[in-house]
């Protein structure tokens, strides 16, 4: 049993109270990333991959890359819930805690996806989205527009976003980043 799935069957059966702050986000994370998955499954995505790591230049973990005919989809999940704003590209919770840039996150991915898609060549775009799973979510300020940000409320939008018609071609790029995956 992998610790994703080790992780998610203790949620249930732990206080979540005792936990500390670190891995109850990673807890959160974890939801965040299956119920994304779940979305994908459902809309019949087939060229997609979860939990991959590379390290090129730096290291960097990605939560999925889904792959089209055009584009290399490169997309960050997060699972916040509350009110948050966007301040100086900085992501702060009504508290006022500032929260690790998810913009820096994206930017550092796609240096090395970047160099992926360089590498080996590959006929595809590089397109990133920051996106948010949680209902309880509200984001307070206007998004940023430089950067592709999809709100709960907008989750619908991804139905019309993977074509998929090269899926044999797509799925050999897929396989490209699975070899490039570091543990």
Request: no cysteine; net charge negative.
């Amino acid at each position: 049993m992998n610790s994703h799935k080790y992780l998610l069957a203790l949620q249930n059966r732990i206080i979540q109270e005792d936990l500390d702050g670190e891995l109850k986000n990673y807890i959160k994370g974890l939801e965040g990333e299956n119920y994304f998955k779940m979305i994908l499954e459902e809309h019949e995505v087939k060229n997609f991959i979860h939990d991959i790591n590379l390290n090129i230049k730096s290291r960097v973990q990605i939560d999925f890359l889904v792959v089209t005919d055009t584009t290399i989809f490169h997309l960050e999940i997060k699972h916040y819930s509350g009110d948050y704003s966007i301040q100086d590209g900085q992501l702060l919770n009504d508290y006022g805690n500032m929260f690790y840039s998810p913009f820096q996150q994206i930017q550092r991915a796609n240096y090395e996806i970047s160099h992926i898609i360089s590498h080996y060549n590959i006929k595809r775009a590089l397109k990133s989205f920051l996106i948010f799973t949680n209902p309880q979510f509200t984001l307070k300020t206007a998004k940023p527009s430089n950067f592709n940000i999809l709100l709960p409320t907008e989750l619908h939008k991804l139905a019309y976003m993977f074509k998929d018609d090269y899926s044999e071609e797509n799925s050999e790029i897929i396989n490209i980043f699975k070899k490039e995956n570091k543990d």
